[in-house]
């Protein structure tokens, strides 16, 4: 194993045992090692206040007015945010430890299974290690979901005011 997989693994595991501490490297002649670790040091910092950093984001993505609660699950860390797209519809994003997740709701109900994006070795690369990109990406669907759902709303409504009585 060399030594990007084995910080890769490393990370991995801090990940699944919730145990964020910085990485110290010995050897910093390999840059591109240094500055992978400097990058998986700052998620690891996210991931540890999970609180600041899903503000951060949301702040960064201009969403304070759509949001209607941020709470965090005293059991475990979680944080539940709660997004409101009007007529009922939010979405509801709950960062953890582990991953995101997002579902689109109706009147406080789920309206789907959700998607799930985990903080794995395949997602971490996929993003640049950066979180903002998971959350845009959440986000945006749920948008998307938000406008499906409004969109059915209006179609049903117009159904029901072609009926005789």
């Given at each position: 194993?060399?030594s ?71 059991a ?11 007529n ?36 971490l ?41």
């Amino acid at each position: 194993m060399n030594s990007e997989n084995s910080l890769w693994a490393t990370m991995e595991e801090a990940i699944r045992d919730g145990y964020y501490a910085p990485f110290r490297l010995a050897n910093k002649e390999n840059a591109e090692l240094f500055r992978l670790a400097v990058r998986m040091n700052t998620l690891l910092r996210q991931l540890d206040d999970r609180m600041r950093s899903a503000l951060d984001i949301l702040l960064e993505c201009d969403l304070t007015e759509q949001v209607s609660a941020i709470l965090r699950d005293p059991a475990n860390g979680d944080i539940h945010i709660r997004i409101n797209y009007g007529n009922h519809i939010g979405g509801l994003l709950v960062y953890s430890g582990s991953g995101l997740t997002s579902h689109i709701t109706w009147h406080g109900q789920r309206l789907n299974g959700g998607r799930v994006s985990r903080f794995d070795r395949a997602t971490l690369t996929a993003c640049d290690l950066n979180l903002e990109t998971i959350f845009d990406s959440h986000l945006g669907s749920l948008r998307d979901e938000a406008a499906a759902v409004q969109q059915f709303i209006d179609e049903r409504r117009a159904a029901q005011r072609d009926l005789p009585f």
